[in-house]
Each structure stands twice: as structure tokens, then as C-alpha cells.
């Protein structure tokens, strides 16, 4: 009755209405405003405990309408007890977590950084600290490395710094035939660590060498460059991803750590290196060694910008000889100087492709124009008798960004 009555004097009652009407047009006006600041909020699902815990039982047979005993939230017990003074909830699970006796969250902790620096963790099966994984190489040191981490206040840069600046990370990553025979997995630690970098981190490197990474903090998710019609196979048609539409501008050079995913078809450039489908939480990821690789290094669009525009670099900054501009793109790429027998073979690769872009121009152009970043929308007005030049350079940048020594940490 107080609806009908509401609508009654607001839309029917001619007295009313005209009194109500101008209110009402205002209202909505500012409703509108409010709705499309709120709008403009982020926002994020947040977790709320219930004010009573819900029952909880043991499923007979696991079929859930029949309970057997009732059982109440505990932690496990062949772990520390959970603390008396905390309140039985997600707060008091964060504190049984952290507190400075319990066995596991320190060690898991410092084991899976060490597992980043040194490719492998102490504990080799950093997912698994239960009896079936394997058991730490070197326990004492973890055990330590557990305690610093804790008595540092759990400061992160600390522990960084301290696993960086030690002996065993510093050594020499080089391998020797004594070396290789006596620990051939380096789970003893007698060289340095050397391993492949990530999916995430070979492209970055090449963006970053090539001055187009961009390092904004922040924002929403981005879709660089991948083969078309690949999320049409798995997609549903009603869904907001049943198609990839590319960005473009600067979105296309963000740091990977942006890139857009669709669990069900990741982006391909990134599965090729073993990046994981993040269908399910992925601790170890694998490390593969495949011609794709060496082949998406090679013609990947975003790879062969990449190598175009560190090729121009190299033409600005290196320097005006062609023996100074293969040094430096050589340490840009490698972090190393070039050995003489190495200059000298990148100063005859030069030279021949020059010399090869040179006897067909209109070649060199296409494959200039392919290479050119859509950060360049005047890139057509460009000197063209510089082409074969550039071009040369590119190929240079491309099997630069291509060395095992650009993609390996060590």
C-alpha cells in the first residue's frame, strides 16, 4: 500500500506531481553523477567472516547430506598450536602463520627466493615440504637463512641483498670437467647459478634493450601482439574474450607482467618458454631448450621490433666506427665486452648484409616497415637510402637478442 500510495502522488496526482516532478528530475540527475564517480572506483572482492561460524561436519562417504561428527577450525596437529589469545579466524590463522616458531612459512619463504636466484631451491621440490618431497641440500643453511628472515623484521630488500652479496652467488658460473662430474647439477653449489630466463624476462630484456619497455606501475591488463583466431577455438561466443583484439601505442610495450592471460589459451610467444597456463598454481615451472624458441627469437613481431629499434640504438649510441657500435650493442645484450675473434665475425655479418640490403633496396624497406613499431606513425617519412644500413643492423640486434648468453642468467 505505501508503494502504490508513493506512486500515486509522485505520477498520478496532478497536485502532487507537479511539486514532486522538478525533485525528482534532479535527483536523478545527481544519482547519475554518483553512479559515475562510484563506477570509476576500483574495486576488489573482499572476504567478511560470518558473524556465526558455520557448522561443519565430517561427510559419511563424502556425500554431503550426511553428516557424521561435527568438527570445529584447527590448525594440523603435527605442526605448532594455534595460539591461544587468537581469535579463531583468518586473522588468527595470518598470526599462527607468522609467528616466529612456526616451522614452515620462513623456510618455504627463503627457499622459493633462493630457488629464483640459483634456478633450484635448497628444498629442490619447493611446492612440497612434506615427506614426499625432497630433502634440503643444505639444511643448516636454510635453517639460518629461516631465522635471518625473521629476526630481520621479515624485511624482504634484507634477505635480498644478503642472498645476492654471498660467496656462493658470486662464484663463477663456468663450468669445468671436475665440476660437471662431481655435482652436475650445481645442488652443491661449486659454481655460480646459470640458468634460462623466464618467458616474462626474455621479453622484457629484448623490450628494455631496445629503450621500449615501459616501466608504469600499475593499471589494467594489456594485450600485445599474438597469431589471430586462437581464442575463437576455445572461446565461448557470448564471452568478453570469444575474440583477442590487440592494443596499441605504448600498451603494446608494458612490462609482461601485464599481459592479459586467458588461462585457456595463453599467449603462444610466452608458452614457448615454458610460461605455465595458470590453470592451476605452478611453484617449479619447467625449462625447455627447443628450436621454437630460437625461431620466435628470430620472428616474433615483437622480437623483430625489438631488434629494429635496437639497431637504431645502436646507429645513435655506439659510437661512430663499426668495430666501437658491435662492442657496445655486444655489452648491451650480453653485459660483456665481445672477444676480438667475436668482433670480428659481427663486423663480417654486418658487412654482408649491407652489402646483400644494398643490391635490393625495395627489400630492405619491407622488411623495415615490417619491423617498425606503432609508436612511429610517420615512420613512411623516413630517409630511405639509409635502409639497407639499418636493415643490417636489425639482423645484427636480432641474433644479439638471440645469443644463449642474452637469455641465460649466469
Given at each position: ?10 505520477h498520478?496526482?496532478p ?10 528530475e534532479?535527483?536523478?540527475v545527481?544519482?547519475?553523477?554518483l553512479d ?14 560470518m558473524?556465526e ?14 553428516h557424521?561428527?561435527e568438527?570445529?577450525?584447527?590448525t594440523?596437529?603435527?605442526?605448532r ?5 587468537a581469535?579463531v579466524?583468518?586473522?588468527?590463522l595470518?598470526r599462527?602463520?607468522?609467528d616466529?616458531?612456526?616451522?614452515l612459512?620462513?623456510?618455504v619463504?627463503v ?17 612440497d615440504?612434506g ?6 641440500t ?5 635453517d ?9 623484521g621479515?624485511n624482504?630488500?634484507?634477505?635480498q641483498k644478503?642472498?645476492?652479496m654471498?660467496a656462493?652467488?658470486?662464484?663463477d ?9 662431481v ?12 640458468f ?7 621479453r622484457?630484456t629484448?623490450?628494455?634493450?631496445a629503450g621500449?619497455?615501459?616501466?608504469d606501475?600499475g ?11 586462437l581464442?575463437?577455438a ?10 583477442f583484439?590487440?592494443?596499441?601505442g605504448?600498451k ?9 592471460w ?7 610467444s610466452?608458452?614457448?618458454f ?8 605452478t ?5 625447455t ?8 627469437l628470430?620472428?616474433d613481431?615483437?622480437?623483430?621490433e625489438?631488434?629494429?629499434c635496437?639497431?637504431q640504438?645502436?646507429?645513435a ?6 668495430e ?10 650480453t653485459?660483456r ?7 670480428a665475425l ?11 640490403f644494398?643490391?635490393?633496396p625495395?627489400?630492405?624497406?619491407e622488411?623495415?616497415d615490417?619491423?617498425?613499431t606503432?609508436l612511429?606513425p610517420?615512420?613512411?617519412?623516413r630517409?630511405?637510402?639509409r635502409d ?8 645484427l640486434a636480432n ?8 637469455v641465460t642468467?649466469?
Amino acid at each position: 500500500r505505501q508503494t502504490i500510495r508513493r506512486h500515486f502522488l509522485e505520477h498520478v496526482y496532478p497536485e502532487s506531481r507537479a511539486v514532486l516532478q522538478p525533485l525528482l528530475e534532479a535527483r536523478n540527475v545527481v544519482q547519475k553523477e554518483l553512479d559515475a564517480i562510484n563506477n570509476e572506483i576500483p574495486k576488489t572482492m573482499v572476504v567478511e567472516e560470518m558473524k556465526e561460524p558455520r557448522q561443519a561436519f565430517v561427510l559419511v562417504r563424502g556425500e554431503y547430506d550426511k553428516h557424521g561428527e561435527e568438527v570445529a577450525r584447527d590448525t594440523p596437529a603435527v605442526l605448532r598450536p594455534f595460539p591461544k589469545e587468537a581469535p579463531v579466524n583468518r586473522l588468527g590463522l595470518a598470526r599462527w602463520l607468522v609467528d616466529p616458531e612456526h616451522p614452515l612459512t620462513a623456510r618455504v619463504t627463503v627457499n622459493r627466493w633462493w630457488q629464483r636466484y640459483f634456478g633450484t631451491g635448497l628444498v629442490k621440490t619447493a611446492e612440497d615440504f612434506g615427506i614426499q618431497g625432497a630433502p634440503p641440500t643444505h639444511p643448516a643453511l636454510l635453517d639460518w637463512l629461516a631465522v635471518e628472515l625473521v629476526e630481520s623484521g621479515w624485511n624482504v630488500k634484507q634477505m635480498q641483498k644478503l642472498i645476492v652479496m654471498s660467496a656462493a652467488y658470486r662464484q663463477d658460473a663456468a663450468m669445468t670437467p671436475e665440476k660437471l662430474r662431481v655435482d652436475p647439477y650445481n645442488r652443491y653449489l661449486l659454481r655460480g647459478p646459470r640458468f634460462r630466463l623466464d618467458a616474462e624476462e626474455i621479453r622484457d630484456t629484448a623490450l628494455a634493450v631496445a629503450g621500449l619497455l615501459i616501466g608504469d606501475i600499475g593499471g589494467p591488463s594489456v594485450k600485445p601482439y599474438q597469431p589471430g583466431g586462437l581464442w575463437e577455438a576455445v572461446g565461448y561466443t557470448d564471452s568478453n574474450t570469444a575474440k583477442f583484439k590487440q592494443d596499441d601505442g605504448a600498451k603494446l610495450y608494458r612490462r609482461s607482467l601485464y599481459t592479459f592471460w586467458k588461462r585457456t589459451s595463453h599467449p603462444p610467444s610466452m608458452a614457448i618458454f615454458d610460461a605455465p597456463s595458470r590453470e592451476a598454481c605452478t611453484v617449479r615451472r619447467a625449462r625447455t631448450n627447443t628450436p621454437l624458441q630460437a625461431l620466435a627469437l628470430m620472428n616474433d613481431r615483437q622480437f623483430v621490433e625489438a631488434s629494429r629499434c635496437f639497431a637504431q640504438r645502436i646507429l645513435a649510441e655506439g659510437g661512430e666506427t663499426t668495430e666501437a657500435r658491435i662492442a657496445w650493442a655486444f655489452r648491451m645484450a650480453t653485459g660483456r665486452r665481445p672477444e676480438k675473434h667475436e668482433l670480428a665475425l659481427l663486423g663480417e655479418l654486418v658487412e654482408r648484409q649491407q652489402a646483400s640490403f644494398a643490391a635490393e633496396p625495395e627489400r630492405a624497406g619491407e622488411f623495415i616497415d615490417s619491423a617498425t613499431t606503432l609508436l612511429e606513425p610517420n615512420h613512411l617519412d623516413r630517409d630511405r637510402s639509409r635502409d639497407p644500413e639499418l636493415a643490417a643492423w636489425t639482423m645484427l640486434a636480432n641474433l644479439l637478442l638471440n645469443l644463449d648468453e642474452t637469455v641465460t642468467k649466469g
